[in-house]
């Protein structure tokens, strides 16, 4: 009670003016896809249109198979020709014809579909069709592709198959409801290793749109340099985005990925690359992120299946929690993924999770997917609009504290102050980082030690530790840092955590290979 009224106190003190939130996108503008032969499909999409209040209308059921991997011809006669059927006969679309004759949705109502778990996933290679040669186009050969991102364009008639088609929507920065290119759809899925999975993601969607989404943000830089250096220019932007707007962040910038078992509590966001199938903190049964939260991880094949949380990437991440996802189904190239820094920063700014993943992506008809409720704005409530000081109150004071002092050296002093009367570990721990990404050592040094006297939980306190050490690799003192990780093994010998600093000891300090065999 004492803290609640402490931060009250912080934060009436200065009056902010909040930025308009962009349009939303309308229940009415959105289209709901089933499976009529997969059983809870119908009532997974009863479910959502309900929980939106999506007219029972604009319910489509599709007869086709389960399987998630499909053929071009399945595809086309069982999917997409249904469905177009479906939006020219309801007068969704007004369809006519470009300067180049191909026909096209001139008028649309409908901006947004959504497919339910149950409908296929993904579309097999076939052979190039005729007139698409590889001299005319060097991706003609992939035409494989995620259903959805097909789907964006099942109005086109007759638009390559090969290789991906230009997304106009792409760098956007205006709401789905104003975007001029009226044959586009933007489509996503609910869809997870289960129905209640699935049921929860809409659940958790729709309470975090009242009450906000409060956390911290991980980030994972892989380091790979060379060509792959875009991925890691991405996440180096989000770390900056996510700081600037007030948000703790914890950036791991060593080649490796976090380590098993590290102690990643309280995520509200994840982004990270690269490894084939879900490891690190995720191995850990105890690790669960915060309700809404989102969480990506990029790899060619993330999103390849959505049933087993063991495998890939994209269903192991809604199995720890995540209330929304991105994906790719097949090998997308680097280039033509998800940008991430795009969609972190379109969702900072309000917009719904459908319309950041369709701006954060250059390409249509290729192999990425976005998974969650496509309507979920995780940031529509602002620490300037909230009125429950019931909980997150350091999450709260650091983003209040981001708007109110402009001068970064005045608002680390203020930020300073609010910690020691809040006692806030959370509060020192986000100044640490903060201090660590602008290369000042001991400041953040300062206040990771001081964060690690004020957190209750051995996780966190064993997180700073690690935050140290960090510290330390950075600037490559590798003594410091095994000093570090061999008086935190002492320390916290019975956490199941511990396995992170063993495995940085293993890194820093790897054991002898074994003695070689002697032949008889």
């Not at 409908?119 to 050969?141: D, T």
């Not at 340099?225 to 060593?254: C, H, L, R, Y």
């Amino acid at each position: 009670m004492i803290r609640s009224l402490l931060l009250l106190l912080f934060l009436l003190a200065f009056v902010i003016h909040a930025k308009a939130l962009p349009a939303p996108l309308p229940s009415s503008q959105v289209v709901i896809a089933y499976n009529e032969k997969a059983e809870g499909a119908k009532e997974l999409a009863e479910f959502y249109a309900i929980s939106r209040q999506i007219p029972p209308s604009q319910i489509v059921a599709l007869s086709t198979t389960e399987k998630a991997t499909i053929d071009r011809k399945t595809y086309e006669q069982t999917i997409r020709t249904p469905l177009r059927k479906k939006f020219i006969d309801a007068g969704w679309w007004t369809m006519g014809k470009d300067p180049q004759g191909t026909e096209l949705p001139v008028k649309t109502t409908v901006r947004c579909l959504v497919l339910m778990k149950g409908l296929p996933l993904r579309i097999s290679r076939q052979e190039i069709p005729e007139g698409e040669s590889e001299e005319q186009n060097r991706f003609a050969k992939n035409n494989e592709a995620a259903v959805d991102s097909e789907l964006t364009l099942m109005g086109v008639s007759q638009h390559p198959l090969g290789g991906p088609f230009p997304n106009p929507y792409f760098g956007k920065d205006y709401p789905a409801v104003d975007n001029p290119a009226t044959y586009q759809l933007l489509v996503g899925r609910i869809d997870a290793p289960t129905y209640d999975h699935c049921q929860r993601m809409i659940l958790d969607a729709l309470d975090i749109e009242e009450s906000g989404l409060w956390g911290r943000t991980y980030i994972d830089v892989a380091q790979k340099g060379g060509g792959f250096a875009v991925g890691d220019t991405w996440m180096n932007n989000i770390a900056a985005q996510s700081i600037e707007t007030g948000i703790p962040t914890i950036v791991d910038k060593t080649k490796d990925t976090f380590v098993t078992n590290y102690p990643m509590t309280d995520a509200a966001v994840y982004f990270g690359w690269y490894t084939t199938h879900r490891n690190g903190p995720f191995l850990n049964p105890a690790m669960k992120f915060k309700k809404g939260a989102i969480a990506v991880h990029l790899h060619s094949f993330s999103a390849e299946q959505l049933i087993n949380p063991t495998k890939n990437w994209s269903a192991a991440l809604i199995d720890r929690g995540a209330a929304a996802t991105l994906g790719n189904t097949w090998e997308p190239y680097l280039q033509i993924s998800h940008q991430f820094d795009i969609f972190y920063d379109r969702l900072l700014q309000g917009y719904s999770l459908i319309e950041a993943g369709s701006m954060s992506m250059n390409a249509l008809s290729w192999q990425n997917i976005i998974i969650g409720d496509p309507l979920y704005r995780p940031y529509q409530v602002s620490a300037e609009k909230t009125q429950d000081f019931s909980s997150d109150l350091d999450y709260k004071a650091l983003r209040y504290a981001q708007t109110k002092w402009s001068d970064p050296a005045e608002r680390y002093r203020e930020l300073i102050k609010a910690a020691d009367r809040m006692k806030s570990g959370t509060i020192y721990e986000a100044l640490g980082y903060q201090s660590l990404e602008l290369g000042n050592n001991e400041p953040a040094i300062d206040a990771f030690k001081k964060a690690g006297q004020l957190f209750t939980t051995p996780a966190d306190q064993l997180r700073q530790v690690l935050n140290l050490v960090e510290v330390e690799r950075r600037r490559k003192d590798s003594a410091a840092a095994l000093k570090l990780l061999h008086t935190g093994k002492a320390i916290f010998k019975d956490l199941p955590e511990l396995k992170a600093i063993e495995g940085l000891l293993t890194i820093l300090d790897p054991p002898a290979p074994p003695p070689a065999k002697t032949s008889k």
